[in-house]
């Protein structure tokens, strides 16, 4: 227990430093960004960007690429990007009056790594459980299991399960939303969910961050196949 500890207390330091919680932050849309574009986002110079990034990569939350003279970065995979959304979650406050201050378009969507979030996301979680097609799995009381209903529903949508299913990944599970403060849909079913969505132009990654734009294709596709409304 006591290396346990240890080892939580210092990726908890390691995250609690701002310029490197920005960095993971900004990680956070799935894509990888050099350590010059890191350090402007961190507002630290290149050497300070360097140093933050080695302890963030010592501690395995982000992964180097290295290509030609530059060095991306990544998060480490989908687990870290889980971790600091809950980070979120916890960080704000749990009044009644709570309202995020989060820009409009990032409440209503965006990636959260590989899967969608925001209003949308919840919107399209609530669907598919209130539909029966997604239930709890038996075997995981924290994770979702198609059912028969579901399974058609995704296939007759254009996903393959069957491939969603072979990854080497949880399956289907529930993801605390911080600016909803309820469940988005994760896992690899909710990252083939958000690949299929802009496979399908239904919604387009905006250019300058996380935030997802539904177009007017994918508004009335979601509402036909997944009987919800959603705001203008």
């Given at each position: 227990m006591a290396v346990t500890d240890l080892a939580m207390s210092r990726v908890a330091a390691?995250?609690?430093?701002?310029?490197r919680a920005r960095m993971l932050c900004a990680l956070m849309d799935g894509h990888a960004r050099t350590s010059t574009e890191l350090a402007a986002i961190a507002e630290v110079g290149p050497p300070t960007a360097s140093a933050h990034l080695a302890r963030?990569?010592?501690?395995?939350?982000?992964?180097?690429?290295?290509?030609?003279?530059?060095?991306?970065?990544?998060l480490e995979d989908p687990r870290v990007a889980e971790a600091l959304e809950g980070l979120m979650v916890i960080g704000q406050s749990d009044s009644a009056s709570f309202a995020p201050n989060t820009p409009r378009r990032l409440c209503f969507a965006r990636t959260c790594y590989d899967h969608m979030a925001g209003e949308l996301a919840v919107a399209l979680h609530d669907a598919c459980l209130g539909a029966g097609w997604?239930?709890?799995?038996?075997e995981a009381v924290s994770d979702y299991r198609l059912s028969e209903e579901g399974?058609?529903?995704?296939?007759?949508?254009?996903?393959?399960?069957?491939?969603?299913?072979?990854?080497?990944?949880r399956f289907a599970r529930p993801c605390m939303d911080w600016s909803m403060r309820r469940p988005h849909l994760a896992g690899a079913l909710g990252a083939a969910l958000l690949d299929h969505a802009i496979g399908r132009a239904w919604v387009r990654r905006e250019l300058d961050?996380?935030?997802?734009?539904?177009?007017?294709?994918?508004?009335?596709?979601?509402?036909?196949?997944?009987?919800?409304?959603?705001?203008?």
């Open positions: 390691a995250i609690a430093e701002p310029a963030l990569a010592e501690l395995a939350l982000v992964r180097r690429y290295p290509q030609g003279r530059h060095r991306y970065y990544a997604l239930i709890p799995a038996a399974e058609r529903v995704f296939h007759d949508m254009g996903v393959d399960v069957r491939a969603v299913r072979a990854r080497r990944r961050g996380r935030a997802l734009r539904l177009t007017s294709t994918g508004r009335r596709a979601l509402e036909r196949r997944f009987d919800i409304q959603l705001p203008d």
